[in-house]
């Protein structure tokens, strides 16, 4: 499978618990994605990459929250001393230049699922 | 601020039915409209999508209807089958300017019976 994988799958975690999630995009895909998706709700955007470069970070991303693409490839997000309300889907999206361009697609991988008890 | 705000939140048709979902937007520099479908327990996946300079766009059994002067869109499915059942969400991007951030709706719970 060549698609976005993200890993683990699930996570289930104590209130102020560190939890760190990866994201491996499609090999060719410069361009790096995280959102966030709770239960009834659409996805949101919480930051993205171009190649190593942390473009932009959205307000919901708190100081808690901490993402990295050391090498312009794959993409970690860690949440420090987690709470009950960063209980989500941490999906991971990827795309490149041409896509953008063409047809704007995203391609979305399948999503971390946290319980925070 | 930049929303999207989607309807319904959950719609049932029975097979063959034209189910149509809306979204309204209030940033008019948004410049791409795409809609994406998500079945449990995966991440969502591009059905179609649309600029604002075309009115309607058909791909396959899924139209999108834009209009530009309401700030308006929405996606109707053709002959619907109990496979479409799964959430839709609508959403919109300013292109490039900001790195093809997409902003979503809430999103349709679509329930198509056989």
């Known amino acids: 499978d060549t698609g976005v994988s993200q890993d683990p799958r699930h996570k289930i975690t104590k209130r102020g618990q560190n939890v760190t999630f990866r994201c491996d995009p499609i090999?060719?895909?410069?361009?790096l994605y995280w959102y966030r998706q709770t239960l009834g709700q659409g996805p949101e955007f919480l930051t993205y990459f171009q190649n190593e470069a942390q473009l932009e970070k959205s307000r919901l991303l708190s100081d808690r929250f901490s993402a990295e693409r050391p090498k312009g490839s794959f993409s970690t997000l860690e949440i420090q001393r987690t709470e009950q309300g960063d209980s989500a889907m941490y999906l991971c999206?990827?795309?490149?230049?041409?896509?953008?361009?063409?047809?704007?697609?995203?391609?979305f991988g399948e999503g971390s699922r946290l319980t925070v008890l | 601020q930049q929303q999207v705000k989607q309807s319904p939140q959950s719609l049932i048709v029975q097979k063959g039915g034209i189910p149509i979902i809306n979204c309204a937007y209030e940033?008019?520099?948004?410049?791409?409209f795409p809609w994406y479908q998500q079945f449990p327990g995966k991440g969502p996946a591009l059905l179609i999508a649309i600029r604002p300079d075309v009115s309607e766009k058909k791909e396959g059994r899924f139209t999108i209807s834009f209009n530009k002067s309401a700030k308006q869109f929405s996606l109707h499915i053709m002959d619907s089958q109990p496979g479409d059942s799964a959430t839709y969400f609508c959403a919109a991007s300013t292109g490039e300017t900001s790195g093809s951030r997409l902003t979503f709706g809430e999103g349709t719970q679509l329930t198509v019976n056989p």
């Open positions: 999206a990827s795309s490149s230049q041409r896509y953008i361009v063409n047809t704007g697609e995203l391609f």
């Open positions: 940033n008019t520099a948004f410049d791409y």
């Open positions: 090999s060719e895909h410069n361009r």
